[in-house]
């Protein structure tokens, strides 16, 4: 089964950017769903806005597999900082905004692990989370 994936651009709602590609629901229906949950995203509230929304998703985030069969979201981390940045990924591809970049060309893989390089800054995906209907 393959799933469609297409991408949008909210500039001022970057979670719900991802989560709007992902699932291809429009801004104000992620909007009024995820008002009860706070202000402060991490990888539970993901899970639990879409289940809330009616898509499965695996039990939490877990080692990345390129050859995932479900859209996911990825969770990356970089060194310069304490963050962590979600994109999604399908069938190869990762997704930023309307851009969609090669797994293979933007990345290396070393000791196992996935290093890519996406507008200009390095990141290293640390895991996964498969999301489906």
Known sequence: MKFEIEP???????????????????LDELIAASKDLG????????IKLLNNLGFNTGRGFVKFDANTQYPCLLRLSRSDDKYWYTYPYYDGFIYHGLD?????????LINGK??????????KITSMLQVWI
């Open 114 to 123: 996935y290093f890519l390089t996406l507008n200009n800054k390095p990141y």
């Open 100 to 108: 969609r970049f090669d797994l293979k060309s933007h990345s290396k």
């Open 39 to 46: 202000i402060r995203w991490n990888g539970q509230t993901y």
């Open 8 to 26: 949008v651009c909210w500039p001022d709602y970057p979670h719900l950017n991802d989560l709007g590609t992902l699932t291809g629901l429009d």
